[in-house]
């Protein structure tokens, strides 16, 4: 790998890492290049401004969880609502490693820059609303199939609600500082997804 | 009203609506002040920050929404699961009245500063906190009528799941900048707080 890919992997992670922890507007690109050990001009030619960075950072993040969404809701052994479950517990296990590292849950890096940015960036909120629709229809997936034996809603809505749910969970439990607030995440997705 | 008093609340609406557009960390006592029109030496008479002012217009806000939560809530001649209705019936006209007032969905102000504030600014943190677990407890109290009549569960996790659904669903429509993402929030929350 050359030394010049290294830097853009370094800006991509810094970017991750910053945006993750304190947000978009509170960070800055001298800031990233510090943390990144890039120079500044150096900046600027791998990406044109902070939303360009964002929304590279974005993509990357969603690239790897992506992964680990289609590996654990994949069809397996398992059958699907306890992949489900599996997927949940996963990211109740991931604010658990976080505040375990780190001292404090960080929450979802794409809800937080969901919920920060509002009307300003539009371009990053709409990668945003794909993303969340990506997951959407990972979740809708896996209920279809679920629906096939049992009475379980596969519909649009009732996936968007399974996204919606576990990001205002991890909202709430980011807020009290406690991965513990996940605790009833799968029971409440379960009459959730639950049919009739 | 003396003028003073008026200048005070002039900054607390500013703030109000500023924090709720475009967040924390993107919005300055400058700005504040110049849509208040109150000039900054007059700022830092009633607030010593944008941090005191902020939790100041979050006590405001909630004040007020409190309010309206606990009339819809409150015991009358609804059944209770047709007050919880009602109340998640107006925070998803809130978001369409905002949408057609401004243009955009604007989302939930404590829900934007939540996930914004990550580890920094814990005094607000906290704040938005108990915030959130004042509202979780007004819905179980509403829960808890239900479920002397009917297959309810009115377990403090049921009440928080329902907060955290209605905050995940807001995320959402925010998102996408669409208030009809809220219309399933009923049923959803409806099979959430299903018994058994």
Same mark, same amino acid.
């Not at 600027?44 to 990357?60: C, G, N, P, R």
């Not at 069809?75 to 699907?80: A, C, E, F, K, V």
């Not at 991931?94 to 300003?120: F, I, P, Y």
């Not at 960036?121 to 969340?132: N, S």
């Given at each position: 790998?050359?030394?010049?890919?290294?830097?853009?992997?370094?800006?991509?992670?810094?970017?991750?890492?910053?945006? +993750?922890?304190?947000?978009?507007?509170?960070?800055?690109?001298?800031?990233?290049?510090? /943390?990144?050990?890039?120079?500044?001009?150096?900046?600027? +030619?791998?990406?044109?401004?902070?939303?360009?960075?964002?929304?590279?950072?974005?993509?990357?993040?969603?690239?790897?969880?992506?992964?680990?969404?289609?590996?654990?809701?994949?069809?397996?052994?398992?059958?699907? &609502?306890?992949?489900?479950?599996?997927?949940?517990?996963?990211?109740?296990?991931?604010? /658990?490693?976080?505040?375990?590292?780190?001292?404090?849950?960080?929450?979802?890096?794409?809800?937080?820059?969901?919920?920060?940015?509002?009307?300003?960036?539009?371009? *990053?909120?709409? /990668?945003?609303?794909? *993303?969340?629709?990506?997951?959407?229809?990972?979740? /809708?997936?896996? &209920?279809?199939?679920?629906?096939?034996?049992?009475?379980?809603?596969?519909?649009?809505?009732?996936?968007?609600?399974?996204?919606? +749910?576990?990001?205002?969970?991890?909202?709430?439990?980011?807020?009290?500082?406690?991965?513990?607030?996940?605790?009833?995440?799968?029971?409440?997705?379960?009459?959730?997804?639950?049919?009739?």
């Amino acid at each position: 790998m050359g030394r010049s890919s290294t830097a853009q992997e370094r800006l991509l992670d810094a970017a991750c890492e910053l945006l +993750h922890i304190r947000g978009y507007s509170a960070v800055g690109v001298a800031e990233i290049c510090a /943390r990144a050990d890039v120079r500044k001009g150096s900046f600027y +030619h791998f990406f044109a401004s902070k939303q360009a960075l964002t929304l590279a950072a974005v993509d990357s993040h969603w690239t790897v969880q992506r992964q680990r969404w289609q590996d654990l809701l994949g069809t397996g052994r398992q059958p699907p &609502l306890e992949r489900l479950r599996l997927l949940l517990d996963a990211q109740a296990a991931a604010q /658990r490693a976080d505040k375990a590292a780190g001292g404090t849950v960080r929450g979802c890096l794409l809800g937080n820059l969901a919920l920060e940015l509002s009307g300003q960036e539009r371009e *990053i909120q709409t /990668r945003l609303a794909e *993303i969340f629709e990506e997951q959407a229809a990972l979740v /809708r997936g896996v &209920l279809a199939e679920a629906a096939e034996t049992g009475p379980v809603a596969a519909d649009t809505a009732t996936a968007r609600a399974v996204v919606a +749910h576990l990001e205002g969970a991890v909202l709430l439990a980011k807020l009290a500082d406690d991965p513990g607030r996940l605790d009833g995440l799968w029971p409440a997705v379960q009459r959730l997804v639950r049919a009739g």
